[in-house]
């Protein structure tokens, strides 16, 4: 029992403190199957069992075997009015009173010792006073914990206090029911869901005779008269069928054997579920009033022969508006018979669009008790439905309480009809009016307004008030006002219509420019009465024409800023435009017999001649007269207008200078302006040359493609211009290699190739191209820097009697270039067949990488590493994944080709060091320590020199320090281009604090020097070494070693690719720091990391 209670008591402080789930499951698992339960709180997260917990209704707390809460639930906290921190770890009597926490204890006790449940009802006085019923509910569960599995009691709440109270509420309810029954005048009955009477009051059994057990069930109904208990059972089985209330009239037999007319009012019941109960009713006695209706039956029967002849339908309605009386002229006219009609079925025969409104009306009368007039449609006989006019009124009694209601109904459809024709065409006509295109307004004869439409409105920018009843003369531009008054007077004289262009001033100030058609109205004398005014807004046409009389003199500006000669003519040759380099308006009206000899009048009579004929454009080359030095340049073409041609358009343009530009231009369309070298185009034709020569003379074409290594860096760290000039000192130097009898071009930035037209085998390419790979060893001197001019050569040679394309030797020597760039550089490599698969895997490779970099596809995955001393996670391995669509997460072997390319090299880095901070940053948010994370950097990432500034300044924008990243690099990065800068990028990140690991030692080249040479504090034994350690001696020595060497040197050592607890065990004992591998986690996504630095225990234990 200790042992239990320790271990509860650790699972407060350590990992799982048992949940719970929602109410269903929860009593499923936990109170009822133990098992599952314990499988449940083994399994599901304490956060999620702590969230369900808090989503229960009722309290439900969790107690150790020392009666201290190791849990609750929001509920609970409610019910003590405490919080969740001041009642953990703390016991019943921290809450309750001194009785209730002993009585707890007690109950809890008889749990643990027996593990049977517990339930009892009990009351609890909370800390606020107040008594609560409390029903309790105890169950032993069991959870797993560090020293094996441990009983908790698992205790839930209900309050019962409001239950009881609304029961005890309830008795006492039908006591005082029954007390107001039987002190009731009337008559009061109650009866069961299948119609059985199950209560009448005392009045019933005073009145009829009848005790309590005599009326129960069907037994009321021997004391109805024989006439009306059938009548009296369909009316009450058709309510009770539809849990309707209703209404009967029959006769009942009192104690003395007479009979009383009685009024039953039944009411359905309903329980609060909507269940339906029975009923409930009470019975009147309206014998008097039965006399008092027979009275009145014979004096409704004079008054209704009296109302058959009136030509209008009289009625008559009870103070609720239900009609109670009318002639048969309202069934003969509306095809209703009269038990249709009573009550509120008159509304039947309403059109379905008037019946609202007419009801309304009624209902307003009703409601305030004054006379009703409303019109709407009826119903004829036929279905026809005619307008009517429905008036009524009230009668009082001498208190003013209203007796009856007195109307009638008068047909008034043709006049409505007529009326309503008359809307209609006055709704077309103002329809028209607001919705025309033009603004119109009405004036009166002192010109103010009396209507005015929308549209002149809109044009205005005001409102109809604004405009109502004054002059628009106000709104009138000042310039235009004056004489628009002028013209009115004059035309109102003649009464001829007027029309003219004016400006009306808008509020923003803004001019509407409008054409105004204004018209005079005259009365039937012939006097005029008013104007009525159609205005157009032509703002816009105004503006069209103010931007045409704008575009005209611009063209004309634009034509007289122009060196070429512009000019149009008519068809009669007359000039009619001109620039002023043409003459301006000194040659406008003229013709070209005016102007030049008739031999040049001629010509170009002719030419405008054809253009007017053919309707085509004419272009030529013409020296200009009076100066054959220069020429020109001349187009002429037809001026049309709706398809008919009115002139010529000519354009002159003095072409000299172009003529002796393009011969300058021929030679440099096939030469380099760089280096003067042949390009690619003019390559291009000498190789199709050099084929037709070869196949005839059954000679061999080789060709060699050259590739400066590593241009591009020259470019970005010395800069364009000391790139263009190495390129030139670069050409120089092939060309005295190559020689004339060769052509050297230059094919692209930094591409060059060689033609050797005639060569008898590939020995004399392979001899060519040795001696240009001897002849620029030495590097070129620029600006006091030294620049290695090495080159990458790719070979091809043609076969004797080839007939192939040139393309296809120029694809094999740049196929046998990339093989000489993938080989290390500086070499020269002939083509052989087998290259083309291989350079298609790497061109497949890059462009799969280009998209995993394009579409992000990239992700980091962590692989922890564990400090063999402690056991405990020391960081992680970021490395490199990528997410194919379709098929899944990928290693980075797949697109290796890559890490070599420098932009995709760098691209590739900096996404996986960019995800890597972004997730770095949200564990540090969220209080997760996973130690150092280190990331892997290709050579490629090193030749820009700013690897360095660019990893310490994203570090600073994500707010992390630099103690949180390591940076692991092989032995590669030391050597090859870019090397230079790998040093100083090192001690730049170790001196802001970044620390840095070597990758795979022992398997690259000059280990020993790049310790001495560069800053490294980690070293990470190869997976090869540790594969084999406890079964290879060799394997084990060079681990040894190594970490020997680390030991020595006092940098940490990391041994990757530990699969097995033997070398787990071997490595801590010969004191490596730190291991990684499937051992001790396979990578990981980021999401799962907090997971498994959560669950992670000591590697030894596992």
Same mark, same amino acid.
């Given at each position: ?56 209704? $009722? ?12 849990? +609750? ?45 517990? !339930?009892?009802?009990? !009351? ?98 021997? +004391? ?21 209330? $209703? ?127 409303? !019109? ?84 205005l920018g005001r409102t109809r008030e604004e405009l109502d009843g004054i002059s628009l003369l106000q =709104? ?19 009464? !001829?219509p007027l029309q003219l262009e004016k400006r009306y001033v808008r509020p923003d100030g803004s001019v ?134 009115? *002139?010529?358009?000519?354009? @002159? ?64 760290r010395f800069g364009h211009s000391t790139g263009d000039a190495f390129l030139k000192g670069f050409a ?19 591409? =060059? ?30 600006? @006091? ?62 462009? +799969? ?111 992390? &320090? ?16 870019? @090397? ?13 604090? +970044? ?19 560069? &800053? ?40 990757? *690719? ?20 499937? $051992? ?23």
């Open positions: 029992m200790k042992n239990a209670k320790e271990t509860a008591g650790m699972m407060v402080a350590d990992r799982t403190i048992p949940g719970s789930t929602p109410a269903p499951v929860l009593e499923t698992c936990a109170m009822r199957d133990p098992g599952a339960g314990e499988a449940l709180l083994s399994t599901v997260p304490v956060e999620v069992l702590g969230s369900l917990l808090d989503g229960l209704p $009722y309290p439900v707390q969790v107690k150790d075997l020392h009666h201290r809460l190791l849990w +609750v639930n929001e509920a609970m906290c409610t019910l003590l009015g405490q919080s969740r921190e001041q009642m953990l770890a703390r016991s019943d009597c921290n809450f309750c009173r001194e009785e209730q926490a002993c009585s707890c204890r007690i109950s809890d006790d008889e749990v643990f010792a027996t593990g049977q449940e517990v !339930e009892y009802e009990k !009351e609890l006085i909370t800390p606020a006073g107040s008594v609560r019923l409390i029903r309790f509910r105890k169950r032993l569960v069991s959870a797993p914990g560090p020293m094996g599995v441990a009983p908790f009691l698992l205790t839930s709440l209900q309050d019962g206090t409001d239950s009881r109270r609304a029961e005890m509420a309830l008795q006492e309810s039908e006591a005082s029911f029954r007390r107001l029954a039987d002190d009731a005048p009337v008559i009061i009955w109650m009866s069961d869901a299948s119609g059985a009477v199950v209560f009448v009051n005392r009045l019933w059994c005073d009145t009829t005779g009848q005790n309590q057990e005599e009326a129960r069930g069907q037994g009321w109904l021997e +004391v109805i008269h024989p006439d009306d208990q059938e009548k009296v059972g369909h009316i009450f089985a058709n309510a009770s069928a539809r849990h309707e209330p $209703y209404q009967a009239e029959y006769r009942l037999q009192l104690a003395d054997g007479s009979w009383a007319w009685v009024l039953d009012i039944g009411q359905p019941r309903f329980a609060d579920d909507g269940t339906f109960q029975g009923y409930v009713g009470c019975g009147l006695d309206i014998t008097e009033r039965r006399k008092v209706e027979a009275a009145l039956r014979e004096s409704e029967e004079h008054y209704r022969y009296s109302v058959e002849l009136n030509p209008q339908i009289p009625w008559t309605s009870d103070p609720e508006g239900g009609i109670i009386d009318l002639p048969n002229r309202w069934c003969d006219m509306t095809g209703m018979s009269r038990e249709e009609t009573l009550g509120q079925g008159w509304t039947m025969a309403l059109h379905p669009e008037d019946g609202r409104t007419v009801l309304e009306h009624f209902g307003a009368g009703l409601t305030h008790g004054v006379p009703v007039d409303a !019109e709407g449609r009826l119903r004829g006989a036929d279905g026809t439905y005619r307008w009517f006019r429905i008036r009524g009124a009230p009668r009082r009694d001498t208190s003013g309480h209203i007796l009856r209601w007195y109307g009638s109904s008068e047909d008034i459809h043709d006049h409505k009809q007529a009326m309503l024709t008359l809307q209609e065409r006055e709704r077309q006509l103002q329809t028209v009016f607001n919705q025309a295109v033009v603004g119109i307004v009405h004036h009166d004869r002192s010109n103010r307004v009396l209507m005015i439409n929308q549209r002149f409105r809109e044009i =709104f009138t531009h000042l310039e235009d006002a004056e004489r628009q008054a002028l013209l009115l007077q004059e035309h109102r004289h003649t009464g !001829e509407v420019w409008c054409n105004v058609n204004i018209s005079f109205v005259r009365d039937e004398a012939g006097d005029i009465t008013g104007t009525i005014a159609v205005a157009e807004d032509i703002t816009a046409h105004k503006q069209a024409e103010e931007r045409a009389r704008e575009a005209q003199n611009l063209l004309q500006d634009v034509i007289d800023s122009v060196d070429d000669l512009i000019y149009v003519k008519d068809c009669s040759g007359r000039y009619i435009v001109a620039n002023r380099t043409f003459g301006g308006p000194e040659v406008l009206g003229k013709c070209d017999q005016d102007l030049f000899s008739q031999e040049i009048a001629e010509k170009y009579r002719q030419d405008d001649h054809h253009v007017l004929v053919s309707g085509s454009k004419l272009s030529v080359e013409e020296d200009f007269p009076n100066d054959i030095t220069r020429r020109y340049h001349t187009v002429k073409a037809p001026w049309r207008r709706n398809d008919d041609i009115i *002139g010529v358009i000519g354009i @002159s343009r003095d072409i000299t200078m172009r003529k002796q530009a393009e011969e300058r231009l021929q030679w440099a369309a096939d030469h380099d302006e760089l280096t003067d070298l042949p390009n690619r185009r003019l390559f291009q034709e000498k190789i199709k040359q050099a084929f037709l020569a070869a196949f005839l003379t059954q000679r061999r074409v080789g060709l060699l493609a050259i590739d400066v290594d590593h241009f591009k860096q020259i470019n970005d120089e130097r092939l060309c005295q290699v190559v020689g004339d009898q060769s052509l050297t071009a230059r094919v692209g930035g930094d591409e =060059f190739a060689v033609l050797l037209p005639e060569v008898c085998s590939e020995t004399d390419v392979s001899t060519m191209a040795k001696a240009i790979l001897d002849h620029l060893q030495e590097p070129i001197s620029l600006n @006091s820097n030294l620049l290695d001019c090495r080159t990458s050569i790719g070979g091809a040679v043609t076969v004797p009697g080839f007939d192939g394309e040139p393309d296809e030797l120029c694809k094999q020597a740049d196929i046998a270039l990339y093989a000489s760039k993938t080989a290390g550089r500086s070499v020269f490599t002939m083509f052989r067949s087998s290259m083309r698969e291989e350079l298609q895997k790497a061109g497949s490779a890059l462009r +799969v990488a280009g998209q995993a970099v394009a579409f992000d596809w990239l992700v980091p995955y962590y692989q922890p590493k564990v400090d063999l001393a402690s056991g405990k996670v020391d960081g992680f391995e970021a490395l490199l994944r990528w997410n194919h669509p379709d098929s899944g997460i990928q290693s980075p072997d797949a697109i290796a080709p890559a890490f070599d390319n420098t932009d995709l090299g760098i691209a590739i880095g900096g996404r996986i060091r960019s995800c890597v901070l972004q997730h770095l940053r949200a564990w540090y948010d969220t209080g997760i320590k996973t130690g150092r994370i280190a990331i892997n950097v290709s050579s490629a990432e090193f030749r820009r020199d700013d690897y360095a500034e660019r990893v310490l300044d994203e570090l600073s924008r994500a707010g992390l &320090p630099t103690s949180c990243l390591e940076i692991e690099v092989t032995e590669g990065v030391f050597l090859g281009y870019g @090397s230079e800068f790998v040093e100083r990028s090192l001690h730049k990140l170790i001196a802001a604090g +970044v620390t840095i690991a070597l990758d795979d030692f022992g398997t690259g080249y000059a280990s020993l020097s790049h310790l001495k040479q560069f &800053p490294v504090h980690v070293l990470k034994i190869d997976r090869s070494f540790v594969d084999g350690l406890v079964t290879n001696a060799s394997d084990a020595a060079v681990v040894n070693a190594v970490l020997s060497l680390g030991q020595n040197l006092g940098i940490r050592t990391v041994a990757e *690719g530990v699969e097995t607890a033997a070398q787990a065990a071997l490595l801590r004992d010969q004191g490596c720091s730190t291991a990684q591998g499937f $051992y001790f986690g396979r990578p990981m996504a980021a999401s799962d990391v907090p997971r498994f630095i959560s669950s992670w225990n000591d590697w030894e234990r596992r």
